[in-house]
């Protein structure tokens, strides 16, 4: 049951790992594989927030949780300690992502196409299931190292 949750934790995690990578450094190909979002399908400030700032440190953060899983799957002692700080990562990002495209549509903004934001909340989901599940392995491991 570990390694199947691993695996899919490293896949979801790598899955947004590479496609912030896309969309940062390069963003026709996020664009044509559905990554990102056309330019003109959203606000100019939040596509340069998402695309620049926020797509920056995403690529330099979120390889931590896909990171943990994997040393979980290995059996190196470390991964707890990756699944905490990496989990923290995915909890925070796709809730700014989600609240974002809320705040800013209830004001009259655009947040992209409804198709393409529907998908991105299903992400932002499985990414938050995610985080958490690895969070409480770290903490039920590290109780038992405490204990044992």
Known sequence: MITMIGIIVMVVGLICWI???LAVFALPTA??????EPEEEVDQSMYLFERLSQGTMDVL???MLPLSAFLMIIGNSHWPLFALVGGGVYLYFPGVFIITRLILKKRGKKVGRPSSVRIAYGFGSVWILSSITMIILAIMELQGRATG
């Open 31 to 36: 664009v044509k594989l559905g990554l990102f």
């Open 19 to 21: 496609g912030q990578s």
């Open 61 to 63: 953060l979120t390889w």
